[in-house]
């Protein structure tokens, strides 16, 4: 699969303790960057005051992307660490369900249904300009379906849905992969850039990241870099966001069967279910656990310090699994078609949030 | 080597997928935290 250039591979073994004990050093490596980084946010501060050195405070999670990204791109993954690595997105899954307890459930339904308002406008939205983008930049027509839904919904894992539902070729999703894991690489340095301009509250700033980063991986990070109250509302709002992506894809697959070129979807429930990201309703479970007082206070404390370094190994997995190097071979068009799609969602997104301020009184 | 290939695909089909794992090993870690068996988790 052509995803491999971009993303790091799956290791399948037929022996699952084989499989698994292939896992642990790319964990480890993944703990001892995000720990470094920790450990660097807490001790270059104190060594540049005391050295009367002018230094910006930087937080763990920015170290934890740059160390992750200087040995991916120095240096390079050896095969050992691999499979480990690539286990980022299950901490990042792990960590969104623990979070719920962060949150109470009559937030979660007030924001959640804000999010939910902003994420349907930006999901048609962003679908509608992509797809014109697309043909006005003369793109395969399921290379820019691919690229609409990695926009519109939630990054690669939208892509590789929508690559089985519409019979893309590794080729398209390849190119697509490659456009939104730059873009979303981006996003890390710019968005908190803009948001300090622009003086966003947490509360704005986490809801536009969570609307406009593509990969979830990247908008917790771009929300968390900003503080961690805009990390907390960034991964509501991309949690909103990613409980849509069966609608979506089913959207797909119908009109891509109806031309006759996917097949046609039979059960659409089913289709829905095994679509649907289930850790969103593990997510859901703990928030409601915790409202109904299921767990104390330190409890609640203990489950968000684990939460916490479950994204501590998910940031360091976003800086190994950058390679700036693979992504420059996918090509430039389809990274342009990106590039441009994503600067005007993220300038619609940011107008949907300020008017969403504006109506609800934030 | 077709019936090794079929268990080994048979047994993968009958794991959870990896949001399934997530949401199970979170869980698990929330009822560890709630019985008391893991009391502080430091950050």
Not at chain 1, 5 to 30: C, E, K, M, W, Y
Not at chain 1, 62 to 87: D, Y
Not at chain 1, 341 to 348: D, M, N, P, Q
């Amino acid at each position: 699969m052509s995803q491999s250039a971009v993303a790091l591979p799956q290791l399948r073994t037929a022996n699952p303790a084989l499989s698994f004990l292939r896992l642990i050093p790319g964990v480890l490596l993944l703990a001892a960057i995000g720990y470094a980084g920790k450990l660097l946010e807490q001790n270059v501060g104190k060594y540049a005051k005391a050295h009367h050195w002018t230094f910006p405070n930087i937080e763990y999670v920015l170290w934890a992307i740059l160390l992750g990204l200087i040995i991916s791109n120095v240096v390079g993954i050896p095969e050992i660490f691999r499979a480990g690595v690539a286990t980022y997105e299950f901490w990042l899954k792990a960590g969104i369900v623990l979070l719920g307890s962060r949150f109470l459930l009559g937030d979660v339904l007030k924001l959640g249904g804000v999010s939910l308002a902003l994420v349907f406008i930006e999901i048609i939205g962003a679908i509608a300009f992509m797809t014109f983008l697309g043909r006005a930049f003369g793109l395969r027509p399921k290379l820019t379906s691919l690229l609409a839904v990695g926009s519109a919904v939630c990054g690669v894992s939208a892509i590789i849905a929508t690559k089985g539902a519409i019979e893309a070729d590794d080729e398209d999703s390849g190119f697509a992969i490659a456009a939104i894991l730059a873009l979303g690489a981006l996003a890390l340095f710019t968005f908190p850039l803009i948001g300090h301009a622009l003086h966003l509250g947490d509360r704005a700033y986490g809801l536009w990241s969570g609307l406009a980063v593509d990969n979830t991986a990247e908008a917790a990070a771009a929300g968390a870099l900003y503080s961690d109250a805009a990390g907390k509302l960034a991964v509501l709002a991309k949690t909103t966001r990613n409980a849509m992506i069966g609608f979506v894809v089913l959207a797909y697959a119908i009109y891509w069967a109806s031309r006759g070129q996917a097949q046609a979807v039979g059960n659409k429930a089913a289709f829905l279910w095994q679509k649907f990201p289930k850790f969103v309703l593990g997510f859901l479970l703990i928030s409601v656990l915790a409202t109904y007082q299921f767990f104390n206070r330190e409890q609640v404390a203990a489950l968000a310090n684990l939460s916490r370094w479950a994204f501590l190994l998910t940031f360091a997995g976003v800086g190994l699994r950058t390679n700036f190097r693979e992504m420059r071979k996918q090509g430039l068009r389809p990274f342009a078609v990106g590039a441009i799609g994503e600067v005007v969602i993220a300038g619609f997104t940011l107008a949907l949030v300020y008017g969403a301020q504006y109506f609800f009184h934030w | 080597m077709s019936t090794l290939t079929n268990t080994a695909a048979a047994a993968r089909r009958r794991l959870l997928s990896l949001d399934g794992w997530a949401v199970f090993l979170a869980l698990l870690a929330a009822l560890l935290v709630r019985t008391g068996v893991v009391k502080h988790i430091p950050w």
